[in-house]
C-alpha cells in the first residue's frame, strides 16, 4: 500500500517531516500537484513571469501556514471551534454591512491592511464547529442534533449565497453536510430530504436564485442558445478540451488558450487550459493524482482515533473532492457554470491559503494519533 | 434503544465513520468517472468537431482584392488607373459603441450622412474583424488630423489602398463610364466572395461592361488570429490576380480634341473606322469628371449635375435619340433606287411646299421660294425636302423601314457599354402596336426628311454612315480593341465583327448617292460647301437640321425669335476619303440651328485630325501601290 508509509525503515526526510508533524505521502502529492499547477499556470497565464511569482509566494504562505496548522494540537484545534464559527459568522454580517462591491458581488471585507473574504474562512470554521458540535453526541445523529447542526450549516450557507457567490455557499454547505453526513445522518432522513428538496426546487428557481443564477443553469443546459454571450465561455472552454483529443496539443501549444478564446483560463477554467495541451490521457493523469489526495486525506481520516478528528478531516477531504468535481464539471460542460477554482492549479491566493490550512488540519489529526493519543 | 442513545459507543461509532468514509470514497470514485467519461467524450469521441471548430476559431481567411486592370486608348494613353489614397476604416469588433466613436470621429473629419450610410451597407456583409472603410479618400490634411488622433480610438485604421483614378478627368468619360463603391443593388448581382475586400464596382459604360475582365481575381490570405482578430502570422496565401488590362479603340487625342470643338454647345460626336467599326472617339457634351464618383460622390455636387438643365450625366452619345432630319436623306436616295422607284435622272418640280393629293396640309420645303426642277442629285445636294416627300410618297412607309433597317436603324448596335438605346424606325405594323393607331400618309412623307417618330442615337448615324460608306458592309462598332491579359498569356485582340450587309443591287445607284453626298462638301452649291476650303481628301456627306419646336401652318421659323432652347438641331454626317473611306462621323450639335454652320465644321477638324496627323492617308495610298 503506496498510500500508507509505515514501517522500520525512517529516512531523513522522513525524520525531518514527523519531526514538523507533516504526513510524507500528503506532502508529496501535494507538491507533485502543486507544481503541475504552476507549469499549467505558466501557460495560461501566457507565460507571464510576474503572475509566476505571485503564485509562488502565495504558495510559500500557504505551505507556511500548512505547517504551522500541522502542528497545532487537536484539542486545541476543538476548542477554536466555536469561537472561529462565531468570529466567522460576524465577519458575514460585517459584509452585509460594510462590505466592499467587486464584480457584482458584496464579498471583501477591507481591514485596511488586506482585503479579507470572510466566505472562505467559513469553509474551515463550519466542518470544525460541526464537527465538534457532533463529537460530543451520541452517534448516529439523533433528531435533536440534526436540526442543531441543520441551523449551524444553514445560517452561514444563505448568508453567503445573499452576497452572492454561489460557489463558495456550495462549499461551505457541502462542508458542513458532508459531517453529518459521516456522522451518521440516516438513510431516512436523507431520503425525506432529498424529496423535500426536489418539491421544492421549482420554488427555489423562482425566488432563491438570481436572474444569472438561473441564466448560467439555462446556458450550461444549452451554450449555443448564446454563443457570443453567456455560452462563451463554455463553448470555448469545451473546443480547448475537445480539440486536445489523446494526447493533447503540448505544453504551450494551446491555441485556444494562447490565443485569448478560451476566458478566465488562468483561474477558472485552467483545466480547460491543461485538457487542450495535454489531452485525456493528461486528464486522467491529474484526475488521479487528485484522487490520491482525497483518497489520503480519507484514509487519515478513517485510522484516527478521535471522533472530531475523523469527521473533520473526512469532510475536508470530501470538500477538497467537491472543488474538483464541480470545477471539473463546469469547465467539461457537465455543471452550470460556478466559481469554484481548480484546487490548488488556478490562479488566486484565498482559496490556495484556504486549502492549504486545511490540510494542515488533516495532517494534525493525522499525526495526533501518534503524538496526542 | 433509549440506552444506546445516551451512551457513546467509540467502537460503533468508528465503525459507523469508517463505513460513511468507504461509501464516500466510492461515490467520490464513481463521480470522477462521470467526468473521466465526459472527458473520453469530448476529446475521444468528439475530438474531430472541437478541432475544426478550434481551427475555424484560429483560423481567418483575409481576402487580397486584386488591382483592377488599367484602361488605355488605341496608343497606349492611360485613361484609367489605380492610385494609392489613404481611407479611414473601422474594425467593428473592436470598437464598442460605432455611433459613439463616428461622433467622435467627426469632431477631426467631416463625415457626410451618405459616408455613414454607406459604411452602414458595406458592414452588413463584411466578415468578423474585416475593416469596413469609413471615408476612402482623406487629404493630406484629414490624414494628418486623424494620424495624431488616432490612439484615442481602438478598431479605426488608416490604411492605403488603391483607388480608381481617371487622369484625364472629364474626357472620354462618358466612353469609359466610372465606378463607384458597391451599393446594395450591385451586392444582389455579384458573387460576393469574388468582391471581398473590393469596396468598387463598374457602374456604368466600358468599367460596367468589362466589369468581368476589369476586376481580377480575388487572393485569400490564411491567417493565424487571436480572439481580438489580430493577425498574428501567415500560414498560407493565393495571391490575387490583377484584372485585365484594356486597350480602347478609342484615340483620345482624337477624343478630346472632338470635346474641345463643342466649346459651350450641347450634342455629341461618333467617329469610327468603317471598315472595322472601332470607334475613334464618342463624345457627349457636356461632361463631367468621374473622379467624382469614385469616392461616392457628395450630395451637393450630385445633385448640381443631376438636375443641370444641360444634363452632362446623359450620355447622348448612345442613349440620346434626336430625328435624324437630312441626314436620311442619302440612305433614303439610295432605297428609290435600289427599289427602282426613281431613276437618277428622274425629276420632281419643287415650288416650296408639296401636296398630297385630296388634303389641303403644305408640306413645306425649307427653301421657301423652292429649289425648282430637282433630280436626285441635286436633291441630296441642296437637300431638296419636296424631292423626298415625293419619293417617300412613292416608296411607302413599308419599304423605307424595311430598307432602314439594313443599315441598322431602329435597333441597338450592340457596342461594349452599357445604356445604348435602340432608337426608332417606324412602319405601320410599329405604329398599330405602340400607338394603336392607323398609319397616315402624311407621317410617310415626313419620315422622308427624317422627321415625325423617326429617331437615331449618334452612334447608330456614325454606324449607318459607316455602312453606307462600305456598300452595306456594316461593322459592329467597338471600344475595345485588346484586351491584355496579366502573366505571359497572351493578348486578346478584339475581331471586327459584321453586324450587317446589304448587298447592293446595282453599285452606279450607290455611285450616285455618294456623287450626291461628295457635291454636299465638295459641291458649290453644297449645303456643307463652307468645310471645303483647303481640303486635301474628299468627303462624302450629309447636313441635317431636325426640328425640336412645331410650328404653325402659316408661321414661319426665325431663328432669332425662337429660345436657344427649343432651336433646331443641328446635324452632319460624313466619311472620309470618299474613294477609300478611313472614317465615319456623326455630328450632333443641340439646338445648334443649321447644320452646315456649326456641326460640319466640327467633322471635318476630326478628319483632318485623323486623317492629316497620322499620316493614313499616305500609308493607306502607298498600301495600294504595293498591291
Known amino acids: ?373 | 434503544m433509549a440506552y444506546r442513545e445516551h451512551l457513546k459507543d467509540n467502537f460503533s461509532e468508528t465503525r459507523l465513520i469508517q463505513r460513511r468514509l468507504i461509501l464516500s470514497a466510492v461515490i467520490v470514485l464513481i463521480l470522477m468517472f462521470i467526468v473521466l467519461g465526459r472527458l473520453y467524450v469530448l476529446q475521444v469521441v468528439e475530438h474531430e468537431h472541437f478541432s475544426t471548430l478550434s481551427n475555424s476559431n484560429r483560423v481567418s481567411l483575409k481576402a487580397l482584392p486584386p488591382t483592377r486592370g488599367l484602361i488605355y486608348d488605341r496608343n497606349g494613353v492611360v485613361l484609367a488607373d489605380n492610385l494609392p489614397a489613404y481611407r479611414l476604416e473601422i474594425i467593428r469588433e473592436q470598437v464598442s459603441d460605432i455611433d459613439d466613436t463616428i461622433k467622435h470621429l467627426s469632431e477631426y473629419v467631416e463625415i457626410s450622412d451618405y459616408a455613414i450610410k454607406k459604411y452602414r451597407q458595406s458592414s452588413r456583409r463584411r466578415r468578423p474583424y474585416e475593416s469596413v472603410p469609413l471615408l476612402l479618400n482623406l487629404t493630406d490634411e484629414e490624414l494628418a488630423r486623424l494620424a495624431v488622433n488616432l490612439h484615442k480610438f481602438e478598431g479605426v485604421e488608416i490604411n492605403a489602398r488603391l483607388t480608381r483614378n481617371y487622369p484625364l478627368g472629364k474626357h472620354a468619360v462618358h466612353a469609359l463610364g466610372y465606378v463607384g463603391r458597391i451599393d446594395v443593388k450591385d451586392l444582389n448581382q455579384l458573387d460576393e466572395a469574388d468582391y471581398a475586400g473590393t469596396s468598387y464596382i463598374g457602374k456604368l459604360g466600358l468599367e460596367k461592361f468589362y466589369e468581368d475582365d476589369l476586376h481580377g481575381d480575388v487572393g485569400f490570405q490564411r491567417v493565424e488570429v487571436n480572439a481580438s482578430g489580430r493577425t498574428l502570422r501567415v500560414l498560407d496565401e493565393s495571391p490575387p490576380v490583377s484584372g485585365h488590362n484594356l486597350y480602347l479603340t478609342i484615340d483620345s487625342k482624337l477624343q478630346q480634341l472632338a470635346e474641345d470643338l463643342f466649346k459651350d454647345n450641347r450634342g455629341s460626336v461618333v467617329a469610327l473606322d468603317p471598315n472595322n467599326g472601332e470607334v475613334l472617339a464618342l463624345v457627349s457634351m457636356p461632361s463631367f469628371d468621374p473622379n467624382l464618383f469614385v469616392n461616392g460622390i457628395s450630395f451637393k455636387n450630385y445633385s448640381e449635375l443631376r438636375d443641370s438643365w444641360k444634363r452632362p450625366l446623359f450620355n447622348r452619345a448612345l442613349t440620346g435619340q434626336y430625328p435624324p432630319g437630312s441626314t436620311t436623306k442619302p440612305f433614303f436616295g439610295l432605297a428609290g433606287l435600289e427599289y427602282s422607284v426613281v431613276g437618277h435622272k428622274h425629276t420632281t418640280y419643287c415650288g416650296g411646299y408639296y401636296l398630297l393629293p385630296n388634303e389641303e396640309r403644305k408640306y413645306r420645303d425649307w427653301k421657301k421660294t423652292g429649289h425648282g426642277k430637282t433630280d436626285l442629285n441635286k436633291a441630296i445636294t441642296q437637300s431638296c425636302d419636296v424631292y423626298f416627300y415625293d419619293l417617300a410618297y412613292s416608296l411607302g412607309i413599308d419599304r423605307m423601314s424595311e430598307f432602314m433597317k439594313q443599315f441598322g436603324f431602329g435597333s441597338r448596335t450592340g457596342i461594349d457599354s452599357t445604356g445604348e438605346q435602340p432608337g426608332l424606325m417606324p412602319s405601320r405594323e410599329w405604329k398599330r402596336r405602340a400607338r394603336g393607331m392607323p398609319w397616315f400618309p402624311g407621317e410617310t412623307l415626313i419620315t422622308g426628311i427624317g422627321q415625325g417618330a423617326l429617331l437615331v442615337t449618334p452612334l447608330q448615324l456614325a454606324s449607318g454612315t459607316g455602312a453606307l460608306a462600305l456598300k452595306g458592309t456594316r461593322f459592329k462598332p467597338h471600344l475595345v480593341k485588346k484586351i491584355e491579359y496579366p502573366g505571359g498569356i497572351d493578348d486578346l485582340n478584339i475581331k471586327p465583327e459584321i453586324s450587317g450587309v446589304y448587298e447592293v443591287k446595282k453599285e452606279i445607284n450607290w455611285q450616285h448617292v455618294v456623287k450626291g453626298m461628295k457635291n454636299v462638301v465638295h459641291g458649290i452649291r453644297g449645303t456643307a460647301h463652307r468645310i471645303a476650303k483647303n481640303l486635301s481628301y474628299t468627303i462624302a456627306g450629309k447636313t441635317g437640321t431636325a426640328q425640336v419646336f412645331g410650328i404653325a401652318q402659316d408661321e414661319e421659323y426665325e431663328e432669332e425669335n425662337v429660345s436657344k432652347k427649343l432651336r433646331d438641331h443641328a446635324l452632319f454626317m460624313a466619311f472620309a476619303p470618299v474613294e477609300n473611306p478611313l472614317i465615319a462621323v456623326a455630328v450632333i450639335v443641340e439646338n445648334g440651328g443649321h447644320g452646315s454652320s456649326v456641326a460640319a465644321p466640327i467633322a471635318r477638324k476630326i478628319m483632318d485630325a485623323y486623317l492629316l496627323s497620322n499620316d493614313l492617308l499616305a500609308e493607306k495610298t502607298e498600301q495600294e501601290k504595293k498591291l
Open chain 1, 1 to 373: 500500500m503506496s498510500l500508507v508509509m509505515e514501517g522500520d525503515q525512517l529516512s531523513m526526510s522522513r525524520r525531518i517531516l514527523d519531526a514538523f508533524r507533516l504526513d510524507p505521502t500528503l506532502m508529496l502529492l501535494l507538491f507533485i500537484l502543486a507544481s503541475f499547477g504552476l507549469l499549467v499556470l505558466f501557460s495560461a497565464g501566457g507565460s507571464n513571469m510576474d503572475l509566476m511569482i505571485r503564485q509562488l509566494t502565495r504558495l510559500g504562505l500557504a505551505t507556511f501556514l500548512l505547517v504551522v496548522v500541522a502542528n497545532i494540537s487537536l484539542r486545541v484545534l476543538k476548542k477554536l471551534s466555536l469561537g472561529f464559527y462565531l468570529g466567522g459568522l460576524l465577519l458575514l454580517v460585517a459584509v452585509i454591512a460594510f462590505g466592499e462591491i467587486g464584480k457584482g458581488a458584496q464579498r471583501w471585507l477591507d481591514l485596511g491592511f488586506i482585503r479579507f473574504q470572510p466566505s472562505e474562512f467559513m469553509k474551515l470554521a463550519m466542518p470544525m464547529m460541526v464537527a465538534s458540535y457532533l463529537s460530543d453526541k451520541v452517534l448516529p445523529v439523533g433528531w435533536k442534533d440534526l436540526l442543531v447542526s441543520a441551523v449551524l450549516v444553514l445560517v452561514p450557507v444563505l448568508l453567503i449565497a445573499r452576497q452572492p457567490d454561489l460557489g463558495t455557499s456550495l462549499l461551505v454547505g457541502s462542508a458542513g453536510f458532508f459531517v453529518l453526513f459521516l456522522a451518521g445522518v440516516r438513510w431516512k432522513i436523507f431520503m425525506i430530504l432529498g424529496l423535500l428538496v426536489s418539491l421544492m426546487a421549482p420554488l427555489l428557481w423562482k425566488f432563491a436564485l438570481h436572474d444569472y443564477q438561473r441564466g448560467r443553469i439555462l446556458t450550461m443546459l444549452n451554450p449555443e442558445n448564446d454563443p457570443l454571450g453567456s455560452g462563451y465561455h463554455i463553448i470555448q472552454s469545451k473546443i480547448a478540451i475537445g480539440s486536445g483529443g489523446i494526447y493533447g496539443k503540448g505544453w504551450l501549444n494551446g491555441t485556444q488558450s494562447q490565443l485569448d478564446f478560451l476566458p478566465e483560463r488562468s483561474t477558472d477554467f485552467i483545466f480547460a487550459v491543461f485538457g487542450e495541451e495535454f489531452g485525456f490521457f493528461g486528464a486522467v493523469l491529474l484526475v488521479f493524482l487528485y484522487l490520491l489526495i482525497i483518497y489520503r486525506g480519507l484514509y487519515i481520516a478513517a485510522v484516527s482515533k478521535d471522533t472530531y478528528g475523523r469527521l473533520l478531516a473526512g469532510a475536508l477531504s470530501l470538500t477538497f473532492f467537491v472543488y474538483l468535481f464541480v470545477n471539473t464539471g463546469m469547465v467539461s460542460g457537465l455543471l452550470p457554470v460556478v466559481g469554484v477554482p481548480l484546487p490548488l492549479v488556478s490562479y488566486g491566493g484565498t482559496s490556495m491559503v484556504t486549502l492549504m490550512v486545511g490540510f494542515g488540519m488533516i495532517m494534525a489529526i493525522g499525526s495526533s494519533k501518534r503524538f496526542l493519543r
